[in-house]
């Protein structure tokens, strides 16, 4: 059973910066698939980046040039830089893995079997 457990949420101004990590246990994140996703309050959840086994990453439109995921295998730790953060960004953080398998790619929609129980990110004007 994979664990995932989000930190680094908080609130701050926009255009500031959080990172957010996400401690994975029960399996080596080398050889997962593993997203930071985001829900904001009346809206669905959506992908923000993934990141695959080959640690090539996939961002959001709405995260590219400001988020920066990254994936720390000796500490078996996922993180999400966030810089530049606007009012919109505000949103509950998940972390999500996907069950270990030996496809080297990500799913299409990202990964979906492990989720954390989210950390929130709050950015005031």
């Known amino acids: 059973q994979i664990q995932l457990v989000e930190s680094g949420g908080g609130s701050v101004q926009a255009g500031g910066s959080l990172r957010l990590s996400c401690a994975a246990s029960?399996?080596?994140?080398?050889?997962?698939?593993m997203g930071w996703f985001r829900q904001a309050p009346g809206k669905e959840r959506e992908a923000v980046a993934t990141i695959d086994k080959a640690n090539k990453p996939t961002y959001a439109d709405s995260a590219k040039g400001r988020f920066i995921i990254s994936k720390d295998n000796f500490k078996g730790t996922l993180h999400l830089t966030m810089n530049s953060l606007k009012p919109e960004d505000t949103a509950m953080y998940y972390c999500a893995a996907e069950h270990p398998s030996s496809r080297p790619t990500c799913p299409k929609d990202g990964p979906s079997n492990y989720w954390g129980q989210g950390t929130q990110v709050t950015v005031s004007s």
């Open positions: 029960g399996y080596s994140t080398t050889s997962l698939c």
